[in-house]
């Protein structure tokens, strides 16, 4: 497979960032770029580095106006490297498979001339109406070793590990609970959630009291209940003592719901 050239490269990053930026405006590629003397650009910038198939570091910055917007909404200031990881995540995983790390917010000129001291690196300018919105940049790092895929660990399954805990020399039952004890004080987080939706960042700044958010659940569905983001349950919404409860009506067992005994 051939590789592609840095521009080549960026230009890709660069048109699969577009739709996750919080620019309203519709942007275009302007000219691959390795130095920063050719863009005539102030903003502010989030970097990040990324790992997997291949590894490398992702730049998008935005202009300073937008970084200036984003902290005086009507929700509050928003950090800008939240705000710009969709776009992040987006341009690097054009070069495949690969898991983009924290973002860190610089100003654009020592990002981006950090960015392009690396080999093979290049920066791409959006623009509306001729004018410089937003760059992402893009560095992908010398192809390595493959890497030898991690063997698959094989668990056993309820009934092997019943016959363990009941063979000579197995674990025991008592051996088995307290085990499970030590787990006992073990915080999780339990959250009901009663719906999600996706909003770009331009429609959270439109947000104002008395706005309505559309969820992805008719009225009158049930609940989730997650236990550290896992779907474990899902139920009625009641009130306890003038506090929001949740009863259980199903359960998750496996990849099926099981109805709750009543």
């Keep these: ?4 050239s840095p521009a080549d490269a960026v230009r890709q990053a660069a048109l699969a960032a577009i739709a996750a930026l919080p620019i309203a405006e519709p942007l275009t590629l302007g000219e691959p770029v390795t130095h920063t003397a050719a863009l005539d650009f102030d903003g502010v910038a989030v970097t990040a580095r990324f790992t997997g198939g291949t590894g490398g570091e992702v730049v ?10 984003l902290q005086g909404s009507a929700l509050g200031s928003l950090d ?6 969709p776009a992040l995540a987006a341009a690097a995983g054009t070069v495949g498979t690969v ?6 917010v610089l100003d654009v000129r020592p990002a981006l001339d950090a960015l392009l001291s690396k080999p093979g690196a290049a920066v791409v300018p959006l623009l509306h109406q001729g004018v410089v919105r937003a ?12 890497a030898v895929a991690p063997t698959t660990p094989l668990y056993p399954t309820l009934e092997e590990a019943r016959a363990t805990a009941a063979a000579p020399g197995g674990m025991g039952a008592q051996q088995i609970r ?14 009901a959630q009663i719906g999600a939706t996706r909003m770009t960042v331009n429609e959270l700044l439109t947000l104002t009291d008395g706005a309505v958010v559309e969820l992805d659940r008719a009225a009158g569905a049930p609940a989730d209940l997650l236990v550290n983001g896992h779907l474990i349950a899902r139920g009625e919404v009641v ?16 990849d099926e719901m099981v109805s709750a005994p009543a």
Excluded: C, K, W, Y
Aim: cysteine-free; aromatic content about 2%.
């Design 80 to 85: 800008l490297g939240s705000a710009l990881a």
């Design 135 to 146: 760059v992402v940049g893009l560095a992908v790092a010398a192809s390595a070793a493959p």
């Design 178 to 191: 307290r085990g499970l004890d030590l787990l006992r004080d073990v915080h999780m987080e339990v959250t």
């Design 99 to 104: 898991q983009t790390g924290p973002g860190q």
């Design 239 to 254: 009130v306890v003592d003038e506090n929001f409860g949740l009863r259980i009506t199903e359960i998750v067992v496996g």
């Design 60 to 69: 998008v910055a935005v202009e300073r106006a937008v970084s200036e917007a």
């Design 1 to 4: 497979m051939t590789t592609p």
